[in-house]
Structures are given as C-alpha cells and as structure tokens.
C-alpha cells in the first residue's frame, strides 16, 4: 500500500513564493540541502503532510550529479512542465513499490538505500512520483508539527494529458490524492476540509492554489 508522505513543488530560486504561507501566518522549518541533487528547499510542516518548496541552487550539481536522471533543471524551466512531486511511503508484503520504477541513489542515503522513482519522470506532463526508501524507517518519536492545525484534506494533481501512466494511476488511488485529466497544470491542495472557505493562488508564479 501506498501512503503519502509529502508533496514538492519546483520553485524559483530561493522560493519567495513560500513567503505567502508567512503571511497566512504558518510556521517555516528548517531548510535541507541535497548533497549531489543541486537542489535546496523550504519546509513546512503540517499535521499529517509535509509541503516542500523545491529549488536549483547548483545548476551544474543538478544537471550533473547523482540526481540528473530526475531531470529537475529541465523541468523547472519547461513552462509546459508539471513542478509537482508527490512522494509516497511504502507498506506492503513486497520489499519494493507496486508500479515500475526506477531506482535512484542519492548521495545522502547510504548504500544500498534508494528513491524508488516512477518510470513517468520523461513524461514532463505528469508530476514525478516518488517513494522514499522501504528501509527508512519511521521515526519513532515523530516531533509534533509547527502547523499542527493544518490536516491536509485532499491533493488534487490536474494535468493537459488525456490519459495517465500506470504510475500515475496507481498514484492517484492513494488516500487524498486524486488525478482530474485534460486539464491545465494544477495542483489543489484542500486543508480542513475548506471549511475556512479561505482560498491562496500561487499564480503565475506557480500552478498552485490552496483552500482551507
């Protein structure tokens, strides 16, 4: 069974467009830096998700490094590109996800442990999809998080194509995660259920709205 651990999306470089959940008055985390992927991020972490906002901070490390395959560089200046990710944990009686993957080793994980990457990540029209490592275990004593009043309710990934990869498909039957086709690049994210009636759009900086 697939679970959702965390969504990103690729930002512009240093994400201000992170400072708007500032202004709604959430709390950031502490940044990560991604030895041999070029990228950095910022963090914010909400009751049962976490939201990273993904950026290249060394282009030739990203284009060139361990992370190169998941073509983060092409994707974040693709304007027809989806700069989402969705990363999921794995739990079930195999060892290893049930979709085709491939995998990748990152320089900050210890041999042999690796990303299980979806076998859509060429197919710039769907989010990367993503498994954390079945041999990462999970914390046993979690910290509580900064923004623990804020329950994602529903992640709703549109994309342009007509029709979706097994990956993505498998994806989109995970719990709170749904795929609409046809569409612009879109990525709905709905906390609490809407019941604030609130809503933030990221655009045009990025394909992005949140409701609460």
């Known amino acids: 069974m697939l679970q959702l651990d965390h969504i990103f999306v690729l930002a512009s470089p240093d994400a201000p467009e992170a400072d708007s959940l500032l202004e709604l008055g959430l709390v950031e985390g502490a940044a990560k830096q991604h030895k ?16 990273e906002f993904l950026y290249i901070q060394n282009l030739a490390e990203a284009m060139n490094g361990a992370g190169k395959n998941l073509k983060l560089v092409e994707r974040a200046i693709d304007t027809n590109a989806s700069p989402v990710g969705l990363v999921t944990r794995w739990f079930g009686d195999e060892p290893t996800p049930d979709y085709p993957y491939w995998e990748y080793h990152p320089e ?14 060429d197919n710039f029209e769907e989010p990367l999809c993503i498994c954390m490592p079945t041999a990462l275990p999970l914390p046993s004593s979690p910290p509580n998080p900064s923004n623990s009043d804020w329950f994602l309710s529903e992640a709703e990934i549109s994309i342009p194509a007509i029709s979706a990869s097994e990956t993505l498909t498998r994806y989109g039957k995970c719990d709170r995660i749904s795929v609409k086709l046809g569409e612009e690049h879109q990525l709905k994210l709905v906390f609490n259920k809407a019941g604030r ?15 609460w």
């Open 197 to 211: 009636g609130k809503t933030i759009n990221f655009a045009p900086e990025l394909p992005l709205t949140i409701e």
């Open 36 to 51: 041999g992927q070029g990228t950095s991020n910022r963090l914010f972490f909400l009751a049962n998700t976490t939201l």
């Open 108 to 121: 900050y994980f210890p041999d042999p442990m690796c990303f299980y990457v979806g076998k859509n990540s």
